[in-house]
């Protein structure tokens, strides 16, 4: 028995964005990095339609098999009331009239995308006065948006790329992408893992994207296709609330992938990460500062992976902010920061504790 009492963490995960399967990947890695000397763990899923529930912690369960991601499908039903003095969460089986839990010290929302990743939760919350890792409820919405995201980076001088904003039920010709070129990336403005991207190189088919691309999304960002490198940079707080940088690693596709679609991120085996990105020292340290400011500039807490392209002449972009990147075993960001001297379990606590700390303020 340790002398202090354990933080209780509730790992909460699943949604019900497109990356669900991703967030129960995510999640198995983060509950069984979770010490168990010093954390009560309370696994909370989120189904596919929003349903909350208490789940096992089966890393089984937790894993991609053959090409099939898992799913929050089962569980108790419970609750978080937005309501600080309802203190936790809160059994709503049929039958037995609802029961509180025991309050949570802390929330890891491993969810990525809308109802997750965007400030939707973050909402919730912090209107139940519990404390939860990454960034608030302003940050993670900016960070969703990447028609924001751009606006708050270019506010601060930072680079990055040209891009036109289609909002749904525009009609498409009256609006020029010619100065873009071709290719072009047509996207959800707010989505994730690739979905609902498409890299069009000849005009006839940038109608069909834009469609694919407003199946997710109302607002349709069109991109001038940027030829590079695609570097990612982790972003930490440390214990006085400033934002400190990861080594950068840069992202190879092998293969037949042309970009990094969803197949190439998660399931084909497609990519090669070089952790650290094998770059000139002053191009490392501009994408280290780079990877700082863009933080700063969303106001972000906590953590986040800031992603570049990095073009021939060595000159930097930033391409988005993820304000809960991927946590599985081949994530990026867990294996950038192991890279930098932090492993997975000092990584997970350092959140929890930046969680706690913002809190206590
Ligand atoms: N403007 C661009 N130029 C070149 N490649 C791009 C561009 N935008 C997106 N991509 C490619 O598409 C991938 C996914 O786009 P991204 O904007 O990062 O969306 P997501 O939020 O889904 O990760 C990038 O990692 C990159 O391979
Ligand atoms: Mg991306």
Redesign the pocket.
């Known amino acids: 028995m340790s002398e202090h009492p354990k933080i209780r963490v509730a790992v909460v995960y699943g949604g019900r964005s497109s990356e669900h399967g991703v967030s129960v990947v995510s999640a198995g890695s983060v509950l069984s990095a979770l010490d168990p000397e010093r954390y009560e763990v309370v696994p909370v899923g989120i189904t596919r339609d929003g349903g909350w529930v208490l789940t096992g912690a089966e890393p089984e369960k937790l894993q991609i098999t053959g090409r099939t991601l898992p799913e929050v499908d089962s569980g108790t039903a419970v609750m978080l009331p937005g309501d600080p003095t309802a203190n936790g969460l809160v059994v709503v089986e049929p039958g037995e009239g609802a029961q509180v839990l025991a309050g949570v010290d802390v929330v890891f929302p491993v969810l990525h995308g809308r109802w997750g990743e965007d400030g939707t939760i973050q909402g919730l919350l912090e209107m139940a006065g519990v404390p939860y890792v990454g960034p608030g409820v302003f940050a993670s919405a900016a960070a969703m948006d ?1 028609e924001f995201t751009k606006k708050l980076l270019r506010a601060e001088g930072l680079p990055i ?1 040209e891009y036109t904003v289609l909002h749904y039920g525009t009609d498409v010709s009256s609006v020029d992408f010619a100065h873009l070129g071709l290719p072009v ?1 047509v ?1 959800p403005a707010r ?5 609902g ?1 498409s890299k069009v190189k000849q005009w006839a088919d940038f109608a069909p994207a834009v469609e694919a691309a407003f199946e997710h999304d109302d607002k349709v960002l069109v ?4 030829v590079g490198r ?1 570097v990612e940079c982790g972003v930490l707080e440390d214990e006085s609330g400033r934002p400190e940088a990861s080594v950068p690693a840069e992202i190879r596709l092998v293969g037949d992938h042309d ?2 679609d969803f197949e190439a991120k998660y399931l084909d085996d497609a990519c090669e990460f070089d952790i650290p990105a094998q770059l000139p020292a002053e191009v490392t340290a501009r994408v280290r500062d780079l990877a700082c400011r863009a933080f700063t500039a969303l106001d972000c807490a906590g953590l986040a992976r800031v ?1 570049f ?1 990095i073009r021939p002449d060595n000159t930097v972009l930033i ?2 902010l993820n304000t809960m990147p991927g946590f599985t075993p081949i994530s990026m960001f867990p294996q950038v920061w192991a890279a930098s001297g932090v492993d997975y379990p000092a990584l997970i606590d350092r959140l929890i504790a930046s969680a706690l700390r913002r809190a206590a303020r």
Do not use: H, R
């Not at 991109?223 to 940027?226: D, G, H, K, L, Y």
């Open positions: 990447k790329g990336f996207k989505a994730g893992s690739s979905i991207i991109e001038a296709a940027v695609e970009w990094y992603d392209f391409n988005e």
